[in-house]
């Protein structure tokens, strides 16, 4: 086990324990949050389902622009910092949301927080890690956030359980774990220094993507196609509970897909250093 994790700079694992608690915060929630939109607020599915595809598509073009700002200012720290924290700030707003408006908002600015951490946060791993063990790094970051993934629905339904299915006192509780994690990232990483050679430009031009050549482009078509089939996990959650399953323990639904995650994401990031990229994609 020691020569597995062999050569792994200390600051990956500090991006670890960031993600782990961010995820055991947002997990706790979002495991929950369907469940608390119908059963509570009153939501219809078609509700929940536009919730969380406005949400994960806002994510996901804010990614795209912070990554590029990130290569531009060439400070990955201060984005990430600001994007985790206006996700640990946003997650009292579910506990206050008196109906599904303020849910939306909450949700919209917590994925606008998770896209803008993102692409620094992978900047700042590639930074760290020395370049023969990128992809053991990733792999443990991604590990570590997929176990927080996991213990955030375990803590979930233990509260559940506890509290005689108090949503809102679940959430409070999951405010705490996202400011651990900001704290930890303000004060656990030192960004490293990077060399400024070449005048910086603005690089939001349309030039730009004709630099991008056609293996980008069939890798974004086929992860687009991949993404086509996938659905929000918060059907799954309102299918468990249509099934007949407790409240307090559909959170378990998140925990069996998140364990299976984190058990595969490091031993495939250390393969991905051993063997083509285009091979291991295709397995």
């Known amino acids: 086990m020691k020569r597995l994790f062999e050569g792994i700079p200390s600051g990956i694992w500090v991006l670890g324990f960031v993600s782990m608690l961010m995820d055991i915060s947002s997990e706790m929630i979002h495991s929950l949050l369907p469940l608390f939109m119908v059963t509570t607020l009153g939501a219809s599915t078609v509700a929940v389902g536009l919730v969380e595809g406005l949400a994960e598509s806002l994510a996901l073009v ?3 622009f912070s990554g590029t700002l990130s290569d531009y200012l060439g400070r ?8 985790y924290a206006l996700g640990a ?3 009292p707003l579910f506990a206050l949301a008196p109906g599904v408006g303020m849910v939306l908002t909450a949700r919209l600015l917590d994925r606008v927080g998770k896209g803008v951490r993102g692409a620094p946060r992978d900047a700042l791993v590639a930074d760290i890690a020395p370049p023969q ?6 792999g443990l970051r991604q590990s570590l956030d997929t176990v927080g993934a996991f213990i955030g629905p375990l803590v979930a339904v233990g509260l559940m359980l506890l509290w005689a299915n108090d949503f809102r006192a679940v959430f409070w509780v999951a405010v705490i774990p996202g400011l651990m994690a900001v704290a930890l990232l303000v004060f656990g990483i030192q960004e490293p220094g990077r060399r400024h050679t070449e005048t910086k430009t603005n690089p939001i031009q349309r030039h730009n993507l004709r630099r991008l050549d056609s293996a980008y482009w069939w890798v974004v078509g086929i ?3 991949f993404t086509l089939a996938r659905f929000s996990e918060a059907f799954l ?27 595969s994401a490091y ?8 063997m083509s990229h285009t091979k291991l994609l295709v397995l």
Do not use: H
């Open 62 to 64: 804010v990614k795209v």
């Open 76 to 83: 990955r720290k201060g984005l990430a910092v600001f994007g």
């Open 237 to 263: 959650v309102l299918r468990a509970e249509e099934g007949g399953m407790p409240i307090a323990y559909i959170p378990l639904v998140m925990v069996a897909m998140n364990l299976v995650y984190a058990a």
């Open 223 to 225: 992860g687009s196609v």
């Open 89 to 91: 700030f946003t997650k």
């Open 267 to 274: 031993p495939f990031g250390k393969l991905s250093d051993a």
């Open 133 to 138: 063990l990128r992809g053991a790094a990733f």
